[in-house]
């Protein structure tokens, strides 16, 4: 099937292919669960749209008799967002192919799977980080102040502001599989931090672990408990920014402890409510595609078929749809945590 989009494989091999690069990489997917889909058609746009209808002001003054109201105007509010393409490849030679022992192409398919959700992952949360609704902990004023690990009422301030804003609780989350399909959870909202910020969660006031829920078979990859009414999930994917808080001595810096003064990385912690951010899904028939080119199929400028690749792309994009249904905690960690 030399010439079509997936190189040496036909259509069907492909849709194959794209499920193997998901089972690898969809573990690594946090925030595929969570937010609005909104899948890549075929032959579409670049440009995604998002509308958002403002809620009317309360109609609380009694009506008088015979006189129609002045009525009110809807609002909207419209988010745009521009689909880029990300890939990459892994060269593949016949003498790999034909002399190595392990299963290569195999292996090779299951790489590339985890690079395309890492990268995906990382496109979002680099979007998601860029919100305007920030807190940082224990109240501090800013990112370069921040000198402490969160404080259960750094969540509880969030929580509040949640509410004050009408964000609705999360009661549906999108299922880890190669295809979009939805599963059921009970309300709350859920926050999203680095695997670094476990010990001082763990140890806040407050805090149950997914142990002590009520059914903890009901916990998502990566769930270590809830603060409250929000649920926490850990990933190794959110970075913090290095060497950005305060100075001191019993946070991380650059990712480490240190034994002299120096300013704490500052890890953000990211909470969403329902529909608080849209992605273009990995999931799906059109989400990533995948190329095979076999090695020892002569091609102009491989006139001896030494080389073949294994690759991908996908196009992708996000956005943040309301920035009050979407807070950033900004955090110390704990160096060194009893």
Known sequence: MAGTKYGDISPRTAA????????RGQHIMVFERF????????NKTKTRTWRRYESLQRASAPLAEGITPAG???TKTDIIATLEQYGDMLPLTDVIEDTHEDPVLNQMMGLVGEQSAETVEEIRINVLKGGTNVFY?????SRAL????????DFRLIYRSFKRNKAREITEIIKASAMIATESVMPAYWAIG???LDADLRGLTGFTEVKNYADSSKSLPGEIGSMDQIRIILTGMVDPWLAAGLTGTTLLSNGAAVSATAQADVYPILVTARDAYAIVPLQGSNAITPIVLNPNNPAPGDPLGQTG??????????AILNEAWFARLEVGATANPS
């Open 137 to 141: 902990a224990n109240g501090v004023a």
């Open 35 to 42: 937010g609005q889909m909104d899948p890549q058609g075929k």
């Open 146 to 153: 921040v000198n402490s690990p969160a404080v259960r009422g």
């Open 72 to 74: 009110q105007q809807l």
């Open 309 to 318: 690749s294994v690759a991908w792309k996908t196009y992708q994009t996000a």
């Open 16 to 23: 194959f292919a794209a499920k193997k690069l998901l089972e």
């Open 194 to 196: 680095h695997t670094d």
